[in-house]
C-alpha cells in the first residue's frame, strides 16, 4: 500500500498554476463559443428555428435530461440565459467565486448542450468533462481574484494530488485511447487509408490538408501515426520515473498533433478543447516559465484592482444574507473523505462506460444503469472518424424559385443555381455547427430535420429579399463517393426536401 501511494502521488500530481492556467483558457473558450452559437439564436434555439420545442421533444430527447433551455421557445428567453452563462464564465475567467462560477458553468452548458444535440461533436464531449471534475479541483488557488483576497498566492505552490486531479488526467487518456479503440475499419489498424479518405472529405478540408492530400505514402505513415498516438501515448503518464520529462512530451507530441488536426480539417473549437485539456499537465517547470513570459500582464490586472480598492469581497450589498452551518459531525476530514469517494465512484463508473462502448459492444452496462450518466452527460462516445472514416462526401445546394421563375442558389447567396461544385465546399458553412447540423441533415434517420431546415431557410430569404421571395425550396444533395486511389463517383442530384409558400 505504501507503494502503491507512492506510485498514485508521483504519476498524478499537479501544479496548482497549471490547473489555474487551464480555467483560464477553458473559461476562454466558453466565451468564445457562447459568442459563436448567438450568432444563430434564432436559428437553433428557439421555435422558430430548425428545431422546435415540440420536435425537439419528440424525437432529440432523452427523459434523463435537464434543460432550462427548453422553457421557452423565444429567443429572446435564450438571450438571457447566453447572458447569464457569459457573466458566469467571466467570473470562472476571473476566478471570482471559482467553485460556484465551475459548478453553474457546467449546468448552464449541459443545458445549452440537451438543447439541441444535433450540432453537438467530441468536443462538447470533453469541455463538459473537464468542467465536471474541476468541480472537484482547486483551479481558483492562482490567478484568480479568490487568491488575491485570500493572500495565500505563493509564488510557487506545493505539487497538489488528489483523486479529482487522477481523475482530471485519466479522462484525457480514456478520451485518446478509446478513440483509438474505437476505430475498428481496415482503413485505420491495416489499409492505412483513413487520413485519405478523410482528407477526401471535401466539408471539412482545410489549406494544408490539400497540401498533403496529394502524397498517398506520407497519407499512410500519417494514419498509422494518428493510430498508436492515440492507443499508447498516453501510457507514457503511467511511469512513475522522469515524470516531468513525460509529461511534457505528451503535452508537446499531442499539442503538435492537435495544431496539424487544425490545419488539415474544419473542425471548430475541437483543438482548443483539446488544448485546454493539456494545459492542466504541464510540469512545474513549464508553469515556472509561463509564470514569467506568458501570465504577468493576467496577474497584474488583480494587481491594479487591487490597488483601486475595488472591494471584491461584497461587490454589492445584499439585504438578506443566508448561511448554513456546517453539523458538528462533519468535518473537514470527513468532508474530504466523502469527496474523494464520490470522484472516485464517478471515475469507475465512466471507466465502465466506456469499456461497455469500445470492448462490451453495449453488453455490460444495463439500461437501468445509464441514467446517471445521461443525467450528469457524463456519458462518452469518443467516436472521432470512427470506427470507418465517410465515404459519401458532397455539397448542399438551396434550390429556389423565384416569382419570376428564376432558379437561385440561397447557399451561394442567390446566385444562378447550377450543380457545379463549388470551389471550396467548407466555405459554404457560417460555422462548425451549421456543418454538424448538415451531417446529421443526411442520416435517414433524422429525416424529422428536414422540412424544418427547408421552412426555416425559405423564411429567412424572403424576410430579406421582399422584393424577389422564394416561393418553392428544395434541399438538394450533390452526393459523391469518395472511392480508392484518388477516385469518385459522378455526383448524383439527391432531393432530401422540398416547401413552398403562397406568392
Not at 461533436?121 to 465536471?132: A, H, S
Not at 459554404?428 to 427547408?454: G, Q, T
Request: with cysteine.
Amino acid at each position: 500500500m505504501k507503494y502503491l501511494l507512492l506510485y498514485f502521488k508521483k504519476i498524478f500530481t499537479i501544479d496548482l498554476r497549471a490547473l489555474a492556467f487551464m480555467r483560464i483558457w477553458i473559461a476562454g473558450i466558453i466565451l468564445t463559443d457562447l459568442a459563436i452559437r448567438a450568432s444563430d439564436l434564432e436559428a437553433h434555439y428557439s421555435n422558430m428555428g430548425v428545431l422546435p420545442l415540440h420536435v425537439m421533444f419528440q424525437h432529440t430527447w432523452d427523459p434523463f435530461y435537464f434543460s432550462f433551455h427548453t422553457l421557452s421557445g423565444l429567443w429572446q428567453v435564450q438571450a438571457l440565459l447566453f447572458l447569464l452563462a457569459a457573466v458566469v464564465a467571466f467570473c470562472l475567467l476571473l476566478g471570482y467565486k471559482t467553485r460556484a462560477a465551475t459548478i453553474i458553468s457546467w449546468v448552464l452548458l449541459v443545458s445549452l448542450h440537451n438543447r439541441n444535440t444535433l450540432i453537438s461533436q467530441g468536443g462538447d464531449d470533453l469541455l463538459r468533462m473537464l468542467l465536471f471534475w474541476a468541480i472537484f479541483l482547486p483551479w481558483g488557488k492562482y490567478y484568480s481574484v479568490d487568491a488575491i483576497r485570500s493572500k495565500e498566492n505563493a509564488p510557487r505552490p506545493a505539487p497538489y494530488v488528489s483523486v479529482a486531479t487522477a481523475a482530471y488526467i485519466l479522462q484525457v487518456c480514456f478520451m485518446y485511447i478509446f478513440t483509438a479503440l474505437i476505430k475498428t475499419s481496415p482503413e485505420w489498424r491495416t489499409e492505412g487509408t483513413a487520413l485519405y479518405y478523410a482528407l477526401s472529405l471535401d466539408q471539412v478540408l482545410m489549406p494544408m490538408g490539400n497540401l498533403i492530400y496529394p502524397y498517398p505514402l506520407l497519407l499512410k505513415y500519417l494514419t498509422h501515426i494518428t493510430f498508436y498516438t492515440e492507443l499508447l501515448l498516453p501510457l507514457i503518464l503511467l511511469i512513475p520515473v522522469y515524470t516531468t520529462f513525460f509529461r511534457l512530451v505528451f503535452v508537446g507530441v499531442l499539442a503538435s498533433f492537435h495544431v496539424g488536426i487544425s490545419l488539415t480539417l474544419f473542425v471548430g473549437l475541437f483543438y482548443l478543447i483539446n488544448f485546454a485539456s493539456l494545459a492542466g499537465m504541464l510540469p512545474a517547470k513549464a508553469m515556472d516559465w509561463i509564470d514569467t513570459k506568458v501570465l504577468p500582464l493576467y496577474s497584474r490586472i488583480y494587481l491594479r484592482l487591487k490597488q483601486m480598492h475595488i472591494h471584491l469581497r461584497n461587490p454589492v450589498p445584499v439585504a438578506v444574507e443566508v448561511k448554513f452551518n456546517r453539523p458538528s459531525w462533519f468535518s473537514n476530514s470527513r468532508q474530504l473523505i466523502l469527496r474523494e469517494t464520490t470522484v472516485l465512484l464517478f471515475l469507475a463508473y465512466i471507466l465502465w462506460w466506456n469499456l461497455d462502448v469500445t470492448v462490451f459492444k453495449g453488453n455490460a452496462m444495463s439500461p437501468g444503469n445509464r441514467w446517471v450518466g445521461t443525467f450528469l452527460r457524463i456519458d462518452q462516445y469518443w467516436g472521432m472518424f470512427a470506427p470507418a472514416v465517410f465515404k459519401d462526401d458532397g455539397w448542399y445546394i438551396l434550390e429556389g424559385t423565384t416569382t419570376q421563375n428564376r432558379l437561385v442558389d440561397l447557399n451561394q447567396k442567390g446566385r444562378e443555381a447550377n450543380y457545379a461544385k463549388p470551389p471550396s465546399v467548407m466555405a459554404l458553412f457560417k460555422n462548425d455547427r451549421w456543418r454538424k447540423y448538415s451531417e446529421n441533415y443526411l442520416f435517414v434517420h433524422n429525416s424529422f430535420m428536414r422540412p424544418y431546415y427547408c421552412n426555416y431557410m425559405l423564411r429567412i430569404w424572403n424576410e430579406n429579399h421582399p422584393g424577389e421571395p422564394v416561393t418553392n425550396l428544395e434541399v438538394i444533395y450533390m452526393k459523391e463517393v469518395t472511392l480508392p486511389d484518388y477516385q469518385v463517383s459522378p455526383p448524383t442530384r439527391e432531393v432530401l426536401c422540398s416547401c413552398g409558400v403562397n406568392p
